[in-house]
Structure formats: C-alpha cells, structure tokens
C-alpha cells in the first residue's frame, strides 16, 4: 500500500489534464466590418415573417430596437419607419428586404439597416405559464456599400408566468 501513496496527486493531476482537454474554446465573432465602419444610426426594417403567426412581425418590430438604443446608436422610431415606408410603396417587408440599402440611406439618412427574419414562432401553454421561442436570423447592412456588417441566426425562449390573483381578475 506504501508504493501507491505517490500516485494520488499524480493521478489528480492526470485526471484534471484529461478534463481541461476536454474544453472547447468559445467561438469569437468577427466585428472588424462593423468596428471599420462605425455605423451611428441603425434603420430597423419591418421584419419578414416565416411562421404562421400573424401578430409576430409586430411584437418583434416593437421590442428589437431597444437593445442597439441602449448601446448608444440612433434608431429610428419602428412605427414611423414602417409608414414611411408603405406610403412610399414599400409596405411588403419582402419588398423592403430585396431592396438596397442605398435606397433606404436616400429615404431615411441612415448608415446601416437591420434586417431580420423570423424563422420560428412557438408557444407553449401550462396551467400558469406560456413559453415562447422566437428563432430569428438578422443581419446589419451598411448603406455605404450595402455589404453585411454581422449577422447571424438567433434563438429566444421567454417564460411568462402568470399568478393566481392575475388569473382571478380575468374571470
């Protein structure tokens, strides 16, 4: 038993070696494009909509700009963008989304444009809960040369959980 005793550290220290190889590295996202062209106003498009859900673009167009706000770029207000943009014919996000982005930085003085696609729109409903999942792929062009800055697909899951007083109120 004498002649094992040396081999508990050695063997920690196997064991640790073993596990830390086991470890992936994040994956690190190129910003040089964005970092290169510092965009200061980003124009939120009405989202194009790949799901049967009918209210998402809506939701989503209400809540995606927050975000890019609060990092301190100018957004342009989404509900004036999208009746700017159907009074100047481009009221289909299909259309506003093949369109280019010089065409917009011509409407709106914009330096970049977020376009996003909505893949996926789920809800769950238990008892007291819903859980929605939102995939989405989204990606910011820029209005100088019209090539993506970053993009890349996403995927939100939001649990809303509803008390017992909320519930009674309803009924």
Known sequence: MKRFRGFGPLLALALGAALAGCATAPTTKDYSAFRAESPRSILVVPALNNTLNVPAPDFFLSTISRPFAERGYYVFPAHM??????????????????????????????????????????????????QTTVSFDYSLKSCKTGDVLWGTPREWSIVLRRTAAVILWEI
């Not at 280019?100 to 914009?110: E, V």
């Open 81 to 130: 963008v999208k009746r700017t943009m159907e009074d100047g014919g481009l009221g289909d996000p299909g259309l506003i989304h093949s369109t280019d982005a010089s065409r917009l930085h011509r409407l709106f003085g914009c330096d970049s444009v977020l376009y996003v696609t909505i893949q996926e729109w789920e809800s769950k409903y238990v008892v007291l809960a819903t």
